[in-house]
């Protein structure tokens, strides 16, 4: 009798135990990650590959995860190739249990191509401060989200800095603003802003236009020499950032009035220029350096662990910054997610519900070791780019250091929101959308 | 005025940069009928070797340039070794298409072992403006590039001379006409090409240094290439002079377009205009300015 009772138990366990275990088996959140960790521009890749990296693992190594579900990792080198950052979305699209949740591109190009996919494969994408401008308006673009700030907020951004500068709006009248641009969809893309700022300021605005990669631009900086604008805005990545601030200084430009965007902003695009660098200025959206108490954590619990994805003495560089505020908005809205739908095991579509109710306020970015490093976003169904305010920062080459000189630059929003709607409304129409009615 | 002498100026100056660039491609050329479209990311490789070897030893920038060398040769032998042995008289396209591959290993080799990250190469180079030509006669005009356009003169009377007047010179010659031929005199193909490998290794390593000083060395660097082409379009594929000239036509012609022309256009147009300039001369004479004109009887 005790025999066939024991035989009856064992064989009992023998069934229940695996489904106890995948019971017990938690869910695993698919995170892809497009970077560039080859190719030209790669400097400017790892960086922000190794902050959005460093996020995650901490959470893995620190909570197991997020909210009781595991993280599934996956980077996928780009090259910062169009052809190849679609090709790592197709491969990681269906990966997983939840399939990827969002995507962050990492590159204007690859994002124009995703955009269409993106809506039918229903995963959002999170373009934060580059790809399309427009796609700020979510009742045309409900699954692409282009927070905290667009490139046409950080060009109004920047004028509104060199108005103040000048003394008010007013001063602006007369001057001569020059963008030296990257020539491709990325770099042409603040023009349009420009122009409309010029007018209404009465600013003249000179066009210079380089092209890929840069390597060589002599014939640009002559022009600014002959031309001796007062203000130079620079819309450039890659070696074409190193070049200029150097060929900036040969001249001597002041470069005090000289900024670039924020993706013309990070260590290794002044470094080479030396003293001469001292004092550039670029637009941002977050704080430099590692001097937070996220940062601290990530050194204490990732890099001691021996577990970090870069060099320890790189964490806290602009990219850097710029790839953990990338992963904490990210992860935020996958909280949000696993609220609105009451469970952790999310997909795609639940973490654009996510996105579209995220509100980081500036006390829970204090809870999340962030005080006072970035700004407070608030998104919704017909807002994907919130606040769009710029800070300014300036680069000290004897210290070799970022410092923030100017912050809550508001940009101008009854010219670009206009902006917004046409080029949202063209695409709507070339593409046969309905928008959403978001109230 | 003032302006068109600077830009006359500045057009020379980037004009001999793109000529180191020019001379390493027609070395290679010249002695063995190769097209090396790996010359630029040797330029790259060199850069990189030289400026990690700095970073990761400490040790002072003669001993790494030296070291350097040694890669180089290392390189050249290796790509003998491994490559060119086993295809000696193939199709001149078939050479092509393995230098492509070569490209393809040294980009690989060299984000190995030095990594992708921007290098500073302060190795004491002259940078910025010249101040005595632009406070004297208000003329902007780049120290490092006078510095290079002094070391691109010595660069091309030390290889005028090795190519004229030394032995190793006319082997070099003798491989670049007639493989076999070369052979059959008793000219050691493996040789001649371990050194003409190593000498345009050599010439990357300067272009290297002297365009990774002006930009950082990282990876676009290997993108330089793109500017020799057409110089050595112009100039010729087998002249070392005609590299030189054929630089400071290019360089001029585009900075003089992009300056007065580009404004009518929408501006960006040195890239392309340089082609244009180069394709324009081929009508005239195909085999470039100082190109050997190439006549087969049948």
Redesign the interface.
């Known amino acids: 009798m005790k025999l066939k009772h024991l035989t009856a138990g064992l064989a009992a366990l023998a069934v229940a135990a695996p489904l106890a275990a995948t019971t017990a088996q938690a869910y695993e959140l698919t995170i892809p990650s497009l970077v560039y960790r080859t190719g030209p521009y790669a400097p400017g890749g790892i960086p922000f590959a190794n902050g959005y990296a460093d996020y995650f693992k901490l959470l893995e190594q620190r909570d197991g995860g997020i909210n009781g579900a595991t993280i599934n990792f996956v980077e996928c080198e780009t090259a910062y190739n169009t052809q190849q950052g679609v090709e790592c979305y197709e491969n990681t699209k269906n990966q997983g249990e939840s399939g990827a949740l969002v995507y962050q591109p990492l590159s204007t190009g690859i994002t124009y191509q995703l955009i269409p996919k993106a809506s039918v494969d229903e995963i959002p994408m999170f373009t934060m401060g580059y790809g399309r401008t427009s796609a700020a308006n979510g009742k045309v673009f409900p699954w692409i989200f282009n927070f905290p700030g667009t490139y046409w907020d950080a060009a109004s951004g920047m004028v509104n800095y060199a108005a103040a500068i000048e003394g008010g709006e007013d001063q602006l009248k007369g001057k001569t603003i020059a963008l030296v641009y990257h020539n491709s969809a990325y770099g042409k893309e603040p023009i349009r802003t420009l122009e409309e700022l010029s007018s209404k300021h009465g600013f003249k605005l000179e066009l210079l236009p380089v092209d890929h990669p840069g390597q060589e631009q002599k014939a640009t900086w002559l022009q600014i020499r002959r031309m001796q604008p007062d203000w130079v805005l620079m819309w450039g990545w890659g070696v074409m950032n190193q070049v200029a601030v150097k060929e900036a200084s040969s001249i001597r430009f002041p470069m005090d009035r000289f900024i670039g965007n924020w993706w013309a902003g990070s260590e290794h695009d002044v470094t080479p220029a030396g003293e001469g660098a001292n004092g550039y200025l670029s637009a941002t959206f977050h704080a430099p350096g590692a001097d937070f108490p996220l940062h601290q954590e990530i050194l204490e619990k990732v890099y001691d662990a021996d577990m970090g994805a870069g060099d320890r003495d790189r964490v806290g560089e602009v990219l850097y910054n710029r790839g953990l505020v990338a992963a904490v908005w990210t992860v935020e809205a996958i909280r949000k997610a696993m609220e609105i739908k009451g469970s952790n095991e999310i997909v795609g579509k639940d973490v654009r519900e996510g996105l579209e109710a995220l509100n980081v306020t500036e006390e829970r970015l204090g809870e999340l070791g962030l005080p006072n490093f970035t700004y407070p976003v608030e998104i919704s169904c017909a807002v994907h780019s919130d606040p769009g305010t710029v800070l300014i920062q300036q680069w000290d080459a004897a210290a070799g250091t970022w410092r923030v000189v100017a912050s809550g630059i508001e940009p101008d929003r009854s010219v670009i929101m206009p902006l917004i709607e046409e080029d949202s409304a063209a695409y709507a129409a070339e593409n046969n959308i309905t928008p959403r009615d978001c109230n | 005025m003032e ?1 068109l002498i ?2 006359i100026l ?2 020379l ?2 004009g001999v ?1 793109y000529s180191l660039v020019a001379l390493g491609f027609v070395l290679i050329f010249k002695a063995s009928g190769i097209f090396n479209f790996a010359q630029g990311v040797m330029c790259l490789f060199a850069a990189l070797t030289f400026a990690g070897i700095m970073e990761k030893t400490g040790l002072p920038w003669p001993i790494a340039f030296v070291m350097t060398i040694g890669v180089m040769v290392f390189v050249a032998w290796a790509v003998e070794r491994f490559v060119l042995r086993h295809l000696v008289n193939q199709e001149p396209i078939i050479l092509f298409m393995v230098t492509i591959g070569l490209a393809y290993v040294l980009e690989g080799v060299g ?1 190995i072992l030095w990594g ?3 290098k ?1 190469l ?1 190795i004491g180079l002259p ?3 010249s101040d005595y030509m ?1 406070d004297n006669f208000n003329i ?1 005009v ?1 120290k490092l590039e006078v510095f290079a356009a002094l070391i691109a003169a010595v660069l091309v009377g030390f290889l005028a001379i090795f190519f004229q007047k030394t032995r190793i010179g006319r082997a070099l010659r003798a491989v670049a006409d007639d493989h076999q031929a070369a052979l059959s005199v008793g000219i050691s193909l493996q040789t001649i090409w371990v050194i003409v490998w190593s000498v345009a290794g050599f010439v990357a390593l300067v272009a290297g240094t002297l ?1 990774g000083a ?3 060395v ?7 290439a793109l ?1 020799a082409l057409p110089v050595l379009i112009l100039g010729g594929f087998t002249s070392i002079p005609g590299a030189i000239v054929g630089g400071l036509i290019i360089g001029v012609g ?2 003089l377009a ?2 007065y022309v ?1 404004p009518f256009v ?3 147009i ?2 392309w205009f340089a082609y244009m300039l180069a394709l324009a001369f081929l009508l005239v004479r195909p085999q470039g300015l100082f190109g050997e004109r190439i006549i087969e009887r049948v």
């Open positions: 302006f600077e830009t500045s057009g100056m980037a940069m984000d992708s990250d921007v500073v302060d940078s910025g403006a632009l902007y780049e365009w002006k930009s950082g990282q990876f676009s660097l290997s993108l330089i500017k585009e900075k992009e300056i580009g929408g501006g960006a040195e890239n």
